[in-house]
């Protein structure tokens, strides 16, 4: 499988011994984001005018308060309070738009201001813009790239949410016969290995049982972060069970 700079990521991901490839992908994007926000980069002023636009959603926020560079951190909600408080005090002095005969809801300046920076974050933007070309990269690769269509399919398969978006994203840039085929296989990848953990929490509860006590854990004894990852798509819960 020969590699290209943008398929790098994409082949470390699929050979990765995880139960959703693109979880796994989309955490290492995650956790670069955040350490690039509260780098060197925040002194830089278009980086700068961006958090102060966009600033963070409350995991993300959160995340770059990790990062221990409280400086950092003062100087970027400094300047992005600075930023909403203008943007507020402008809107308060703007009427709200009445109601008419083809928009009946009343448009409010200022709530619809505070609705859209209640959705915004920088971080997330800055993840979802590179993580929508890898999951092209995905589908493009697994099209054209044998051995990278056989690290596919020996995988664990995906994330529900992962599921999803792979179908999608093979809708658009397969043809018919392809699509049949990526379907077929992302599907039985899917199915197989929610299947498989579904009885790995199975046995789980069945140690709880007297009759089983002494019988070995076999492949279950991690089954619920890696079921909360099938489900949910939180990869920290694998991160924090390999430190265990």
Known sequence: MKEKLYTIPIND??????ECPICAMKTILENNAVEFTMGPSY??????????????????MKMVFDQNNKLGLALVLKTH??????????????PPKKASFFKKETSNPLTDYIDEL???????DRINNTFERYLHTVVATWKSDAAFRELYAKGKGFCTEHYGDLLKEGAKCLNQKEL????????KLYLDNMKRLAEELDWFADKFDYRFKDAPWKNSKDSIPRAMIKTNGIMEMDDKKKKD
């Open 118 to 124: 209640n959705k915004s974050c920088f971080i997330c």
């Open 180 to 187: 049949d085929e990526f379907t077929e296989i992302t599907g």
């Open 43 to 60: 002194m830089e002023d278009d980086i700068r005018m961006e958090t102060d636009r966009m600033g963070f959603c409350k995991a993300h």
């Open 81 to 94: 309070i600075d930023r909403t408080n203008k943007e507020i005090e402008k809107r308060m002095k703007m």
């Open 13 to 18: 991901a699929f050979a990765m011994d995880s």
